[in-house]
């Protein structure tokens, strides 16, 4: 699930391994892409999933020396991928026709009444879908707020089984000038 973008439904699975054995770790680390690994290590650490499936411990064992780069990620990686929440608020329409490798949009809400950080992500016709979480909306929207573009698609939708919170992915690219 992580390979494939489904950021927590991968945590949630590899939460389930009692015990993390070096060759489990080298498993994880053969079959999903390293910056994959780090993205999902800086989504946990940055308050997207619930305490008890954060893997700090394996994560940093498949990451070595890379687990610092955690701690500036979604200010510095060229691309990642996060969660969307709020879609329960959304036009329940927009979020049935939502299909992976569709364009989506951030939108800035520096006016928006509960967040100044607020990033909305919206579809092509300017529906919204959702927000990216304040924790990564708050490294986000300054670098935004000085000019930085980024360009982002749908990249999982996951079914009914999920929680709406837990069910929408989007990448998110660093434009380049």
């Excluded at 064992?61 to 060229?78: M, T």
């Excluded at 879609?87 to 026709?97: A, Q, S, T, Y």
Aim: glycine share 6%; net charge positive.
């Amino acid at each position: 699930m992580i390979r494939y973008g489904a950021l927590l439904a991968g945590v949630q699975v590899l939460a389930g391994v009692k015990e993390w054995h070096n060759s489990f770790v080298q498993i994880c680390c053969d079959f999903v892409p390293r910056e994959r690994l780090l993205n999902a290590l800086a989504e946990a650490m940055f308050a997207a999933f619930k305490p008890e499936h954060r893997l700090g411990l394996p994560f940093g064992a498949a990451l070595g020396a890379d687990f610092s780069k955690v701690y500036k990620f979604y200010e510095e990686a060229p691309r990642f991928i996060t969660r969307v929440v709020g879609p329960h608020h959304g036009d329940p329409l927009v979020l049935k026709r939502l299909k992976a490798g569709q364009p989506a949009f951030l939108v800035r809400e520096p006016a928006n009444p509960y967040d100044p950080n607020a990033i909305s992500v919206r579809d092509l016709m300017g529906a919204h879908i959702g927000y990216i979480r304040a924790t990564i909306a708050e490294r986000l929207a300054p670098i935004m707020d000085r000019g930085m573009r980024f360009s982002s698609t749908i990249e999982v939708v996951l079914d009914d089984r999920f929680s709406p919170n837990d069910r929408i992915y989007v990448a998110v690219r660093r434009e380049t000038n």
